[in-house]
């Protein structure tokens, strides 16, 4: 039966961090399964999920217990089970961009929250007095389409951003 864990990992931004981490997975025999990495300042942030035996995932959780300190990492580690995709009828990739508007991730996010939309991703990046916000979000057929883009177009506007909206097309 195969295993998942989830690792979130920060620490200086230098070359080779990433590769120590993936030595670790690979002595341990586990697998990739998806993976995330972002430098935010001076910091990289890996964020993976493995799959493995059940022995391999707890090896690999004692050989990053151990290798951590030396790697100068701060760690977290959390056992999860395979994920289970919801089809939903539509998915919509949204761009915001402009002058950083305090408190307007707040507002988009809350209508979501209220509505029971999935937030599937999102990207956001603030600098020199731009912003620009990337979200991709799942809509249940409960959801008329229309009247969300109507929403968010009046929400941007109000904060003085450009907003587009882009179908995507998932492949099954």
């Not at 864990?5 to 931004?13: D, E, P, Q, Y």
């Not at 539509?90 to 509505?115: N, S, W």
């Not at 389409?145 to 492949?171: C, G, K, M, R």
Request: proline share 3%; with cysteine; charged share 15%.
């Amino acid at each position: 039966m195969t295993s998942f864990l989830v690792v979130t990992a920060m620490g200086s931004n230098r070359p080779g961090i990433v590769n120590e981490l993936t030595k670790l997975v690979t002595e341990a025999d586990c697998n990739i399964v998806d993976s995330r990495m972002a430098v935010f300042g001076d910091e990289c942030t890996l964020i993976l999920l493995l799959s493995g035996s059940w022995n391999a995932i707890t090896r690999f959780e004692i050989a990053l217990s151990q290798q951590s300190a030396q790697l100068e990492l701060i760690t977290l580690i959390k056992r999860t089970s395979e994920h289970i995709s919801i089809n939903y009828p539509t998915r919509i990739l949204i761009k915001l961009q402009g002058v950083d508007a305090p408190h307007c991730m707040g507002r988009f996010t809350q209508y979501l929250a209220e509505r029971g939309i999935d937030l599937s991703s999102l990207s956001t990046k603030a600098k020199g007095g731009h912003q620009q916000i990337t979200m991709q979000i799942c809509l249940p057929e409960s959801i008329v389409y229309p009247q969300l883009q109507t929403d968010f177009t009046e929400f941007a506007d109000s904060l003085n951003l450009t907003i587009s909206f882009e179908n995507i097309q998932v492949t099954q």
